[in-house]
């Protein structure tokens, strides 16, 4: 078992810190306070081929492995977790599932367009089908050489910007999660239309919105996968979904250490820098420990994807404990901060306010510990 990253991983780091440092960290905390979607810096990424990264070449993409597509989500996190929302949502949850799924002709007509410009998204969500994502009403219903699909799915990413959605509809309500069916589905498609745009605690950068069908017409050669399939076709995204989840959580959580440690080392309390305390000393100490164990089950989850074997159970358990230590460190990083911490001149209590959602969206903390203990027991 080899625990080094290859030289390709390694290059992938540097690019993406220099890209971050550049381009992502000076726009941060105005993308923060706007709430307004990097437009131009997601030009960029598609521009440098991080947008449709793990695509295959011959579709436009950059061709990376799940490594390499982890580690940038990891890095521009540092700086903007919105940001790293944005990529993580197109890459592994729109483009994956297309990758996967999708028909020779469904991957010839959406791959270069999900590397060349066009933002996806992923629609399951709807008002009372959260954790329990089965129970989704939204129908689609066949109907000669088109379904019409019914329904609206709720805290979508990329919601008012993406071109192109994959969505999950009922086509046969008798049958449970073997009545579910995947879709893709384009903005102009007749009858889609966006619905209302979430205005959240953190991630203001990342586009958050209601999707509404109203016999909303899309082609049959659109339906992604086996008609009845979407279910698993669902799970199996999100299990890579979670995979990137876990980069952006660990971004978050080493971002706000280099913050804090930073900090700790200017600001002089009792006649020393704080970082001199012992007590400070050992929470970073702690910090890595998290940071180190997070990276190791991250990388593998990913590794093991891109082997091709299953990798329900570690995604979880990767997801599950960086985002659960992103909570904690930016926390504990804001603690350090003290009263500083708490305005909005440093840019510790956005990322705590980020750090958030990772422990929500993409299968909540109680759910990784359903498929957890679903998996070993
Ligand atoms: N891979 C492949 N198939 C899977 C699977 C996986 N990981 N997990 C389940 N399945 C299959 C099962 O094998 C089963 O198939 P059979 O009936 O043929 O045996 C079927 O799916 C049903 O499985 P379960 O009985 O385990 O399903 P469940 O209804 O009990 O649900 C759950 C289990 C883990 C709680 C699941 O509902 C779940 O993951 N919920 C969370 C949903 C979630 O993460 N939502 C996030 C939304 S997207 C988002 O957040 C992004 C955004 O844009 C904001």
Redesign the pocket.
Known sequence: MDFNLTREQELVRKMMRSFTENEVEPIAAETDRTSEYPAETIDKLFRYGVMGMVVPKEYGGAGADDVCGAIAIEEISKACASTGDIVA?HNG?CCGPIMKHGTPEQKAKYLPMLTSGHVG??A??EPNA?????KGTTTAVLDGDHYVLNGSKI???NGYVADIFVVFAMTDPSKG??GISAFIVEKDFPGFSVGKHEEKMGLHGSP?AEIVFTDCIVPKENLLGVAGKG??IA??T??G?RIGIAAQALGIAEGAMAKAMEFTKSRVQFGKPISKFQNTQFKFADMQVAITAGQYLTYAAAAKKGEGKRF?LDAAMAKLFTSENAMKITTECLQMFGGYGYTKDYPIERMMRDAKITEI???TSE?QR??IS?NIL
């Open positions: 949502t949850l998204a992923f399951l969500t959260g954790s329990d994502a089965s805290f979508i990413t999660t073997k958050t279910f698993s799970m199996q999100l299990d979904g329900t969206y993409e299968g759910v359903i498929v679903g």
